[in-house]
């Protein structure tokens, strides 16, 4: 099974930009998909982005539309989720998964079987 590290979280002020990566170790292209979800304080979690491994096509939130912008490193098997013009709301623990069971993803939590252990995003002035 695909093993997922997350980083670059941290503390930006809102209307600031922070990358995220996720490093995917015994990553197969059988996979179907792989993205980005986040889970705030007393929230359930969230999709965020996700892109097909087949096709390359990008799934947003509408809450992060032309704010975030997922891409994939396929030499390396990383994948990054660029978020710019944070807001306090971004404010949650970020997490990287693959799917390997569906194979169209609604990018909603439940289509994805691994997980990473998340890297926390704060937007605080």
């Known amino acids: 099974q695909p093993q997922l590290v997350e980083s670059g979280g941290g503390l930006v002020q809102p209307g600031g930009s922070l990358r995220l990566s996720c490093a995917a170790s015994k990553f197969t292209l059988d996979y179907y998909a792989i993205g980005w979800f986040r889970q705030a304080p007393g929230k359930e979690r969230e999709g965020v982005s996700c892109?097909?491994?087949?096709?390359?096509?990008?799934t947003y939130a509408d809450s992060v539309k032309g704010r975030f912008t997922v891409s994939r490193d396929n030499a390396n098997n990383i994948l990054y989720l660029q978020m710019n013009s944070l807001k306090p709301d971004d404010t949650a623990v970020y997490y990287c998964?693959?799917?390997?069971?569906?194979?169209?993803?609604?990018?909603?939590?439940?289509?994805?079987?691994?997980w990473g252990r998340g890297t926390q995003v704060t937007v605080s002035s």
């Open positions: 892109l097909s491994i087949s096709n390359g096509a990008t």
């Open positions: 998964a693959v799917n390997d069971i569906y194979r169209k993803t609604r990018c909603l939590p439940y289509e994805y079987d691994f």
